[in-house]
């Protein structure tokens, strides 16, 4: 079988059904738990959501931007002390997660059963029909780098489990992989508490995303890929070139009930002034005014309006994006600029 897909250049597709999520998560299940509740990983709570941030009032074109922020405490929390002494600890529980998954796709792909690291780094570079599941295969630039963490990180691994070739300080560990041939260790490669947590949320979000736990939006793919620019030294590859990602939500006022007499093209202009370093993406939230008074609210979401073929004329279901009125409306945002 494996000789005549070779020559007929067909790719046998392995099996990524419910079934073999499910034995998936079975066997990443302790690994996965440990580390969401060592980063406190619920649901997606790591996307942060903010009140309107850009308001239009009424009979301006000149947005006001408003700043939030939030903070979280949590009295006698054992995170932050636990990640500072057992960071080699969460880099050894990570890449064991990242690998128990590299040989379940392995496995899928009828590779022949190894335990060896190397022999698995051979397996994914040489094997050009290698097929991840769908969501990792159809962004080559996620398959590439999950490999690079792959290779690079399984040396870094076996210093911190068999050698004494590491140092660990207030979260930051500085470890070296012995060279291929001959005696002596390679450079030392840093890896501080910022790029482990990033490490540590990549691999947990790609088995949720995976397995169809997590549902991946625009704002989290790129998040994803502003995360892997942020960790070149640890994948090897070239940074993706995205910007930090910024999500808000655009309140506009106005007394006009015909909603596509708002100029979709100004409101993205005006963010990316007001936010030149961010790549932007919003909801657009319309508050309807009569007589100095809202009268009804509606909700159109980015994943909407961010569609290149979006145009007004096609809503033709008003009713589905009303919601209720916010209870934050200021006074001074309902007068009319004179």
Not at 50 to 69: C, L, N, R, T
Not at 109 to 136: G, M, Y
Not at 271 to 292: A, Q, S, Y
């Amino acid at each position: 079988m494996a000789q005549q897909q070779k020559q007929t250049g067909e790719r046998k597709q392995p099996d990524y059904s419910p079934n073999a999520m499910s034995h998936l998560a079975e066997r990443t299940e302790y690994e996965a738990w440990l580390l969401e509740a060592v980063y406190n990983i619920v649901g997606e709570e790591w996307s942060p959501s903010f009140p309107d941030a850009v308001i239009y009032p009424i009979g301006s074109s000149k947005p006001e931007a408003i700043m939030h922020g939030s903070m979280n405490i949590t009295l006698s929390d054992w995170r932050p002390g636990f990640l500072n002494a057992g960071a080699p600890l969460v880099f050894v529980t990570t890449f064991k997660l990242l690998d128990m998954f590299i040989e379940w796709v392995l496995e899928k792909n009828e590779c022949e059963a190894t335990f060896r690291f190397n022999d698995k780094v051979k397996l994914l570079k040489s094997s050009q029909a290698l097929i991840f599941p769908s969501f990792i295969e159809s962004r080559p630039w996620l398959k590439e780098r999950l490999i690079g963490f792959y290779s690079l990180l399984a040396p870094l691994r076996n210093t911190i489990i068999h050698d004494r070739h590491f140092t660990s300080s207030d979260g930051t560990i500085n470890v070296s992989s012995r060279k291929k041939k001959g005696h002596g260790v390679n450079p030392p490669v840093e890896i501080n508490s910022s790029a482990l947590g990033a490490l540590t949320l990549i691999v947990v979000s790609i088995l949720k995303y995976v397995n169809g736990t997590w549902f991946l939006d625009q704002y989290h793919e790129k998040t994803l890929r502003r995360k892997l620019d942020g960790l070149t030294h640890l994948h090897g590859l070239p940074s993706l070139g995205q910007r930090q990602p910024f999500f808000t939500t655009v309140r506009v006022y106005s007394t006009n009930l015909d909603h596509s007499a708002i100029n979709l093209s100004a409101v993205r202009n005006d963010i990316g002034k007001v936010f030149p370093h961010n790549d932007c993406m919003f909801d657009l939230r319309i508050l309807t005014v009569k007589e100095g008074e809202v009268i009804n609210a509606f909700l159109f979401p980015w994943a909407l309006l961010g569609d290149e073929g979006f145009e007004w004329d096609n809503i033709s279901d008003l009713e589905k994006y009303q919601v209720p009125i916010p209870d934050d409306i200021e006074l001074k945002h309902l007068a009319e600029s004179k």
